[in-house]
Nanobody, 117 residues
Framework: QVQLVESGGGLVQPGGSLRLSCAAS????????MGWYRQAPGKQRDLVAS???????NYALSVKGRFTISGDNAKNTVSLQMNSLLPEDTAVYYC???????????WGQGTQVTVSA
């Protein structure tokens, strides 16, 4: 089993910044990826950004140039630096971990990010 614990959500004004962090523990396999998904009310859960244990990153078009994902393999942590936040970034953000070659996706409990004046 893998456990994911997130931190760092909150309320921020448009144009502001937030940093989300996630720590994984348990039976973590090699060659994995970690990432952040988000889900707004009434919408599906979408991938925001991901990073593999090899350091390859991927971003949704809507956040490219504003968000930066980083990871620490030794500590099994992943962070998401979110800059120039927009109201449409408001959502519950979920940390996730999955095997690169496919398999079960593990989820954190979610953290609320609200961008509002």
């Amino acid at each position: 089993q893998v456990q994911l614990v997130e931190s760092g959500g909150g309320l921020v004004q448009p144009g502001g910044s937030l940093r989300l962090s996630c720590a994984a523990s348990g039976s973590i396999f090699s060659n994995f990826a970690m990432g952040w998904y988000r889900q707004a009310p009434g919408k599906q859960r979408d991938l925001v950004a991901s990073i593999t244990s090899g350091g390859n990153t991927n971003y949704a078009l809507s956040v490219k140039g504003r968000f930066t994902i980083s990871g620490d393999n030794a500590k099994n942590t992943v962070s998401l630096q979110m800059n120039s936040l927009l109201p449409e970034d408001t959502a519950v953000y979920y940390c996730s971990l999955w095997p690169v070659l496919g398999g079960r996706i593990y989820w954190g409990q979610g953290t609320q990010v609200t961008v509002s004046a």
